[in-house]
């Protein structure tokens, strides 16, 4: 099954021939770079025909490096995934700049290869759904989320979760990431609140930053799940974290004033909170490697 993808704005050079210095080093990194990735089936259109390129090949990927085309390009493709990152020029523009420029494009070109990777093995019988998918906007994906989540659904409730923690996942869903799960702790009952908590800190946990304790029951007799938090080398740090176990359809005030009791941030907090310290770990893993 061939997977097809247009990038928009940029043609290679055929030939170096008769070009200037600056027109051959922007044209090597851009057929370099985009080389080292699977993208399916490859084409280019410029900025005056990418129309006619888009009916010709249908693509379900595009790539672009303008947020002002992308959003025509999605006007006029709305059964597409878009991807906007940096041309060659973008990235050469400062020098400061050049080596984050170039690992934030790695990324997401590593990305279209996941999510094209993921299409090709789902096969044919998938992408109706695909297309329908790109085809949403902001609002319905948002709305989608929120019910998969507060829904009954146990499958669509995971598949919610693991897409609002997979960092591969389109930057749509990025973007929205904060929103999401702002609203989603406020729709949450006492069980779904626990369930967000304990999701986030086995991100601690996936970091070795924390680790599980039995379970504590306190003189009320509610139960808690317990965390011990580590240092980066590994040590306990003596401080415990204590999630309280909800129930179904629990109020949301009284599982809040629980955590309140014991002082334990929120789940936007939390995960917030999960993102720094991964990203402190991995400082301190690249300063302390022998």
Known sequence: MFVSTLIIGRVPLESHDGKKPREVRLDTYFKETFRQFDLGEVNHATYQNWKEKCDQHNPLFIITFSDYEASQIKEYKKDALIYVTYDPGQVFYR?????????????????IESMIRKTTEDGEEKLPALRKFASMSYDDIYRMIIQAIIGDDEKLRKQAWELLNDDNAH?????????????IWDHCDG??????????????????????????????????????????SGFDLNYIRRIPLGTKGQDKYNYQAILDKYKTPNGPQVMLEAGQLKARLEEYQSENVS
């Open 95 to 111: 020098k400061a700049e050049i080596d984050n420029k170039k690992l934030e494009q790695q990324k997401t070109l590593k990305e």
């Open 171 to 183: 930057k749509n869903f990025i973007w929205m990431r904060a929103q999401l799960i702002c609203e």
């Open 191 to 232: 069980k779904g609140k626990e369930e967000f908590l304990c999701m986030a800190m086995d991100q601690h946990i996936d970091n070795g930053i924390a680790r599980k304790l039995d379970n504590f029951t306190d003189e009320d007799e509610q139960e808690f799940h317990q965390y011990m938090f580590c240092s980066f």
